[in-house]
């Protein structure tokens, strides 16, 4: 996932550095559909490890910054309730490079 940034550039987010490393370091393969992943490597995930707080943790620093305008807006439209199209919601990412 790439953010343009204010000068134009795209910059990946630190985000997916650090998930990118927890992977790596817990053994966990990123190319496996979600469902596939063991209970373990699915908690390390949505409840962090070393560096990296998970996605829960993301979710709560975002729910401290609600009185920004652009916050909400983001929570609302990432956090509802609809299912991907392409993949059905077996995947985390799709692959790189499609």
């Given amino acids: ?4 940034s204010s000068r134009g550039q795209n910059q990946v987010p ?13 053994g966990i393969p990123a190319d496996v559909p979600w469902h596939e992943l ?4 699915q908690k390390l995930i949505t409840d ?7 996605v829960r943790g993301f979710f709560q ?10 916050v ?7 956090r509802g309730y609809s ?6 919601g077996t995947r985390l ?3 790189r490079g499609r």
């Fill in 1 to 4: 996932m790439k953010v343009r």
């Fill in 14 to 26: 630190a985000a997916v550095y650090r998930i990118e490393a927890l992977c790596a370091a817990g």
């Fill in 38 to 41: 063991d209970s373990e490597q």
């Fill in 48 to 54: 962090g490890g070393p560096g990296y707080g998970g």
């Fill in 61 to 70: 620093h975002l729910e401290r910054k609600k009185y920004k305008l652009h």
């Fill in 72 to 78: 909400r807006v983001f929570l609302s439209r990432y």
């Fill in 83 to 88: 299912q991907c199209s392409e993949c059905g």
């Fill in 93 to 95: 990412r799709c692959k």
